[in-house]
């Protein structure tokens, strides 16, 4: 198939310069600060096993079908090109590259394998953010010990940082990632969560991200109450590190993610407390803000350059980088379907409301969600592609490969991480 054609001539590079002026182009251009991407191998898709014996035969064809086309691929324009950088045919997979150390990926699922994190890395991120979270915010009691080992945040931020500079780079993410998984965990989910009275404990931790401008009567009480509990001690605290690194720009686009981040909680809080399963595609709009987005769009922080805002702003890239957001977090829905099934409570993942919404069977329905997966990296991958094109700077093709980068060590620390997730029994 052709290649992607270019975006609508006002997404063009040379439409972009009448917007943003000639000087600003040149000044981005100036400030990048580009490395070669690291070779990035071609999909993998997984062969599943057949279906087992006792799944009756017209729900095997149906779900069997579904699994065909998940294995068949991208088809249609542009799918021969969804690769960042342009070419005509993908590089071979390098041997070091072929198969992560452990876990075993979702079959039929559309990814990039990636190498192994660099391991000196690794153990040295996991000492420092364990040092930290014991001993500069105090963000769990002994006994959660094991689960904050099982998560393997060290890891986690290697694999989706491989351009990061140094150490001190990678522990911007990973604070900030700790953090946030703190939140989900004590306000919204395993660790003493409720979706009632939800939305105050959100807008006062949103506070220590973005803070609180009021009288001088009152600024002592909201400083001390940033000390008051695990989750603002610790957004508080990885955001004074990650402001010694960002420009008033970054930090002001990671404050705006983490807003949408935190009405995605209150949207998942509230039909939880009504007992809603949403439709279909009102549950993926959820999704798109209760995701991971706050976590590559910061990818030029943590690389040590800028995307300037301008850039950052512009409605390809905002639609690349929703599409990223939204394809790593169906991919956590998948992985962590048994987890959650076995978990209190009914959790809404995808697979789940595909079930209930369209009726089909739990197979059926995880096979679907898999489909859905896979569309959205596919558009995202050939949305980065076209916007690469029209828009040559080093900085963009930067950001775009490190968005890219995100989206596959996201995938890898799901894989591999056998202490947190299983795969459901469907093959």
Known sequence: MPNPGPFPPQLSLSAAA?????????????????????????????????????????E????????????????GLGTTSLHLALREEPPALPESRAA??????????YYHPVA???????????????????????????????????????RYMVACHPDAPTVDHLMLATRLMVAENAVDDCYCEDHGGSPIG???????????????HTTKEYQPQWAESLHS????????????????????????????????LHMGYLAEAAWAQTEHVPEVWAYLAMRQFNNFRPCPTITDTVGGYELPADLHAQPAMQRAIALAGNATTIVNDLYSYTKELASPGRHLNLPVVIAEREGVSDREAYLKAIEVHNDLMHDFEAEAAALAAACPLPNVQRFLRGVAAWVDGNHYWHQTNTYRYSLPDFW
């Open 100 to 109: 992560p150390a452990e876990g075993n990926p979702i079959p039929g699922l």
């Open 198 to 212: 939800l939305g105050g404990r959100l807008l006062l931790a949103h506070t220590a991200l973005d803070p609180l």
């Open 18 to 58: 009448l917007h943003f002026g000639t000087t600003a182009l040149s000044d981005s251009a100036a400030r990048a600060c580009d490395v070669k991407a690291a070779a990035s191998g071609p999909p993998v898709s997984s062969v599943p096993v057949p279906p087992s014996a006792d799944v009756p035969a017209s």
């Open 229 to 260: 509990d695990a989750p603002r001690r610790a957004y508080r605290s990885a955001m004074e590190y990650f402001l010694q690194e960002a420009s008033p720009s970054q930090a002001d686009r990671f404050r705006h993610d983490m807003a949408r």
């Open 116 to 154: 192994e994190p660099d391991p000196v890395r690794v153990e040295e991120v996991s000492r420092r953010i364990k040092a930290w979270a014991l001993e500069e915010v105090d963000l769990y009691p002994e006994e959660w010990e094991e689960q904050f080992d099982g998560f393997s945040v060290g």
């Open 60 to 75: 095997a064809e149906t779900a069997d079908a579904a699994l065909e086309r998940i294995l068949r691929g991208p088809s």
